[in-house]
């Protein structure tokens, strides 16, 4: 299975990354009374840093496999978060150099992650998902992130209000811990359903069943896998001792 842990992780950013951003610009700006200038020369850095990211991302895809970009990616938020609720909360006004050397250190972080990850993520996902599902399969993504990142903020600052922002961070933070465990988890589907995210497109690619079990349903998924219809070219394939790969591996995105 390769888009359901990648579908659980970026939902899992989805409802952090939005309560992080709402939580840390009240912090930024009256907390800690960084100037207005400062505050959009942090997130400036990261994004500029993110461009700079994104130049690099096909070739480390290329490199490293799209799976362990994303994967080393993930991981880099919490990081970076974490680095954010201790400039916030922790040097916070006491020591306020260090704490602006902190936080535009963690905004190059973030910028960095997700300059890395997005056209990896996006290459992963179209690849993974057979042609006539991809309109569905967005849709359904993007609406659950869209609809987390809503409530996510919200929440973030409802938690805010009733504790503190530096609880609100800290949730923030073990939320992106937990997507970067779930997006881990996509090593596991992409060995077991024998891609090459992890490889760098050095061996046979295969589809990942989930895309068509849950997607498409059931019926669609096995006669992909049987090779009986499902709207794709069944035409026999040479015996090569392997199981004919469903018709969306046809992509020549490299995983």
């Given at each position: 299975m390769v888009l359901a842990p990648l579908a659980f992780s970026t939902h899992l950013w989805s409802l952090a990354n939005a309560p992080g951003l709402t939580v840390f610009a009240t912090l930024a700006l009256r907390?800690?009374?960084?100037?207005?200038?400062?505050?959009?020369?942090?997130l400036a850095v990261s994004g500029v840093a993110m461009f700079l990211s994104a130049t690099a991302a096909p070739r480390l895809g290329r490199r490293f496999g799209a799976g362990r970009t994303i994967i080393a990616a993930r991981g880099a938020y919490p990081v970076a978060w974490a680095g954010i609720t201790v400039a916030t909360t922790v040097l916070g006004q006491s020591a306020p150099t260090a704490s602006t050397i902190v936080l535009f250190a963690a905004s190059a972080v973030q910028g960095v992650a997700a300059g890395c990850e997005n056209a990896n993520e996006m290459s992963l996902r179209q690849t993974a998902t057979p042609d006539e599902l991809l309109g569905r399969m967005n849709r359904t993504m993007r609406s659950a992130n869209r609809t987390l990142a809503a409530v996510g903020?919200?929440?973030?600052?409802?938690?805010?209000?009733?504790?503190?922002?530096?609880?609100?961070?800290?949730?923030?933070?073990?939320?992106?811990?937990?997507?970067?465990?779930?997006?881990?988890?996509?090593?596991?589907?992409?060995?077991?359903?024998?891609?090459?995210?992890?490889?760098?497109?050095?061996?046979?690619?295969?589809?990942?069943?989930?895309?068509?079990?849950?997607?498409?349903?059931?019926?669609?998924?096995?006669?992909?896998?049987?090779?009986?219809?499902?709207?794709?070219?069944?035409?026999?394939?040479?015996?090569?001792?392997?199981?004919?790969?469903p018709d969306c591996a046809r992509s020549s995105v490299v995983l």
């Open positions: 907390t800690l009374a960084l100037p207005a200038v400062a505050y959009g020369a942090v903020a919200i929440g973030g600052g409802a938690l805010m209000t009733v504790a503190d922002g530096g609880v609100a961070l800290l949730v923030v933070t073990v939320v992106f811990v937990a997507a970067a465990v779930d997006a881990h988890v996509l090593r596991c589907g992409l060995r077991s359903s024998d891609s090459t995210a992890l490889d760098g497109g050095r061996s046979g690619r295969r589809c990942c069943p989930f895309a068509c079990s849950v997607i498409a349903g059931p019926e669609v998924a096995l006669r992909r896998r049987n090779g009986t219809g499902g709207g794709g070219d069944n035409r026999a394939l040479p015996d090569t001792g392997r199981e004919p790969a």
